[in-house]
């Protein structure tokens, strides 16, 4: 490709050989976009306060954990309300690998991801009977009985006392504060990104969106089913797990409290918002999810210093926002933010002429 | 030529303007941080020495206002935000004005991590008044690095192994405590040879904690647990429970529940004619679940470590006083309230002994030196010491007695 003017719009894609053609970003304007994002993110520690690094570690835990929703829900059309409880699963199984067998964590996180992918699997069965609704109260039941295995098993979880995890050692490096954890959820979450990036420009990924589109179809023009629905959920699930694995490492201290049915209905609500079907989707509603009570606070002490007692009133609207954000996003905007992004970015890309 | 001077001139003011915005960015910046302290506006003008002692200190505050235990935690909160503002009155403590900076964290873990966070490294509080028993336990790893004493609502047994939880503090007795001082009194006042009591909890950290201490205590004097029983904290029947309990035998039962679940219990066994006689722990007993229980309350016995509002005690004089400031009187408190006030004024005492060099580890020296803290009877005295954390064993029972809570005993321990 020749290197152009990197100011000029986009008008179009032209390419000549199938290696542009695989390519993710075309103009050199996105190349340069893309590394000027990276760059700000690896340098973030350096510019923004411990406390926004810890944010961004909330965030990036999250994001993880949508991609894995993401895949499953929006990807290949299978409800699930249980990954608060797989979220559990990774956090514990990474936590018995570190804290009760002494592995390394780089084992642990892996590990983590396959036992959690194994668990997620086995609660897909029932996808191939119950769609819809029906699955919907199945994923239900895996988080309901996880939660119970978790609180009762009390030699290897504890129990309801919780589990002490050590900090994450990788390379000989302890990461027990938030900006050594920052580049470590940083490179993962990368990591998450760029594989869910290309998982839907292969074979499997188009199997999914096969599936999720027309299950009937898909299997007429020879797709296993089955093999496709429990691959979904172990892959959805190895996402989940390994952002649990982060998650309890960061926290350092686990407990069944931390993995209830809220945690899943908030990740739903983060790929309902970011964009079903959508990886970027996942990224946004992840951020917008985490953000959004941070933001009201700020907001509400902000005005408070204006006009007083106006924090009770903004605290008790909170829930009251979340729950009315969900409902306008599914009327006006059902592709989430990932579709408003794009929009905005059609709009200026066509001004003035908007056909 | 002069086109590319004046170029260079628009860059220059360009510069000049942005130095000026961001140099007043972060004017505005201090000033809001100075803005809690609203009664002295002009720290400017004094001597750099002199203004670092004037200077507000920050007290964090964790509390759930609107999520599932906003029930009991909004006057918690209050009852803590009170404390401050009265201390602030009277002359704050050693001269400095304290900031309290209470975030709401809905009972979520990770908000509650993100307001610790925002609270420890953004705005530099010394020490944070938690609240729930699962945020506690989460903090732990990052109270114990960052040297923050944290006194939560929370009173379970395993938050005092003070190698584990060297900065948590607890300002009353724990639960595993008050299920002691229960089986002791049952012990010294059953009309039985050998009273046989049944336990009642639900199935969470907070209810399971006491149980296994209440179980090797039984044993220790002779006291036999014939029956375990989990009822859910949201159940509104319990029935089959309290039949299964009866079959057992048991004369006594302890119930670890909150309010809603209590009043369960006790209409229910009120309905089957059970002649038990119920026990229950703190946040068993006060005025909202007398409310939902009804005449069901009758005879009840509940563990009180903190003071009602309606209580003519010592202390209750500086509460009047203190929520007067919030435009509140002492009719619309309830006991939650006094809680709330209670816990911030050990933090603030420990803070006062810790002097001018307000950090996390001199609070915790602070709070280590407290030998018998008297509040003025709002709560049993206070002690801690370097090796244990426990402020207090001792609790009040109360029964109910023509639908009000009216004290049976003095402070009371079980040794």
């Not at chain 1, 020749?2 to 179009?12: A, D, I, K, Q, Y």
């Not at chain 1, 938030?178 to 998450?192: G, K, P």
């Not at chain 2, 679940?289 to 009804?294: H, N, Q």
Request: aromatic fraction near 12%; proline fraction near 4%.
């Amino acid at each position: 490709m020749r290197l152009r003017n990197p100011f000029v719009m986009e008008s179009g894609v032209f390419t000549t050989n199938y290696r542009d053609d695989m390519a993710f970003h075309y103009p050199m304007l996105a190349k340069l976009r893309v590394a000027a994002i990276m760059l700000l993110l690896f340098l973030l520690p350096v510019y923004a306060g411990t406390y926004l690094v810890s944010i961004a570690n909330l965030v990036g835990i999250a994001i993880i954990g949508s991609l894995g929703l993401n895949i499953l829900t929006g990807f290949t059309g299978q409800i699930s309300i249980g990954h608060g409880a797989f979220l559990g699963v990774g956090a514990y199984a990474a936590g018995f690998i570190t804290a009760k067998m002494g592995l390394p964590f780089w084992i642990a996180l892996p590990a983590a991801g396959v036992i959690t992918a194994a668990v997620g699997a086995i609660f897909g069965i029932p996808s191939l009977r119950l769609k819809g609704l029906y699955l919907a109260i199945a994923t239900l039941a895996a988080q309901v009985i996880i939660e119970f295995v978790i609180a009762h098993w009390d030699g290897v979880t504890n129990g309801v006392h919780g589990m002490f995890l050590p900090a994450p050692q990788l390379f000989g490096f302890t990461l027990d504060n938030d900006v050594s954890y920052y580049y470590l959820v940083l490179v993962v979450c990368i990591i998450a990104a760029m594989f869910a990036f290309n998982l839907f420009r292969s074979r499997v990924g188009r199997a999914f969106v096969a599936v999720r589109d027309r299950d009937l179809a898909a299997e007429v023009m020879g797709i296993n089913l089955f093999k496709y629905k429990i691959m979904a959920f172990a892959l959805s699930s190895f996402y989940v797990g390994v952002a649990g694995a982060l998650w309890g490492h960061y926290l350092r201290i686990i407990s069944p409290e931390h993995f209830t049915i809220a945690v899943s209905i908030q990740y739903l609500a983060m790929v309902i918002i970011g964009g079903l079907g959508s990886v970027m989707g996942s990224i946004y509603g992840a951020v917008f999810i985490t953000l959004l009570p941070i933001v009201l606070r700020e907001i509400a002490g902000l005005f408070s210093t204006y006009f007083p007692n106006i924090e009770t009133i903004i605290l008790g609207l909170k829930e009251a926002v979340f729950g009315t954000t969900i409902v306008v996003f599914l009327i006006y905007e059902p592709e989430g933010l990932a579709r408003i992004w794009q929009n905005i970015k059609d709009y200026f890309k066509l001004w003035p002429f908007s056909y | 030529m002069s086109i590319r001077l004046r170029f260079a001139a628009v860059i220059l003011s360009l510069l000049l303007v942005i130095g000026l915005v961001a140099g007043c960015g972060g004017g505005s910046t201090t000033e809001s941080a100075d803005k809690g302290d609203q009664e002295k506006s002009t720290p400017k003008q004094e001597e750099p020495a002199k203004e670092e002692n004037t200077e507000p200190i920050k007290l964090g505050g964790i509390f759930d206002i609107t999520g599932g235990t906003g029930d009991v935690g909004a006057p918690y909160a209050e009852g803590a935000t009170a404390y401050v503002k009265w201390l602030n009155e009277n002359g704050g403590v050693n001269g400095r004005q304290i900031d309290l900076e209470g975030i709401d964290y809905a009972y979520k873990i990770p908000q509650a991590v993100e307001a610790y966070k925002k609270l420890v490294y953004q705005q530099k509080a010394p020490a944070i008044l938690g609240w729930g028993t699962g945020d506690t336990e989460a903090m732990v790893p990052f109270i114990s690095k960052d040297k923050i004493p944290y006194i939560s609502g929370s009173l379970s047994e395993t938050l005092l192994t003070v190698a584990d939880h060297p900065y948590n503090f607890m300002v009353a007795a724990s639960y595993s405590d008050q299920a002691r001082v229960i089986l002791k009194y049952i012990k010294d006042n059953a009309q039985e040879e050998q009273p046989k009591v049944a336990l009642i909890y639900n199935d969470t950290g907070f209810g399971k904690s006491p149980i296994a201490d209440a179980e090797a205590f039984a044993k220790e004097i002779g006291v036999e647990i014939v029956d375990k029983e989990v009822v859910d904290l949201k159940a509104l029947d319990a029935t089959s429970q309290l039949l299964n309990m009866d079959k057992a035998g048991a004369n006594y039962a302890i119930i670890q529940e909150t309010s809603n679940a209590t009043a369960t219990i006790l209409k229910d066994a009120k309905k089957l004619g059970l002649d038990t006689k119920f026990f229950g722990l703190n946040w068993t007993a006060d005025e909202i679940s007398l409310k939902l229980m009804g005449d069901a309350a009758e005879g009840y016995i509940g563990v009180i470590p903190f003071a009602f509002p309606y209580e003519d005690v010592a202390g209750m004089k500086d509460v009047e006083e203190g929520f007067a400031l919030t435009g509140k009187s002492l009719d619309e408190l309830n006991q939650k309230h006094i809680q709330g006030w209670f816990s911030a004024m050990v933090m603030m005492e420990g803070m006062k002994r810790a002097g001018d060099d307000v950090t996390g580890e001199n609070i915790k020296k602070g709070l280590e030196s407290m030998n018998e803290f008297s509040s003025g009877d709002l709560a049993a005295p206070v002690s801690f010491s370097a090796d244990s954390h426990r402020g207090s064993s001792k609790v009040k029972l109360y029964q109910v007695t023509d639908g009000q809570w009216t004290p049976i005993t003095d402070w009371i321990g079980y040794k």
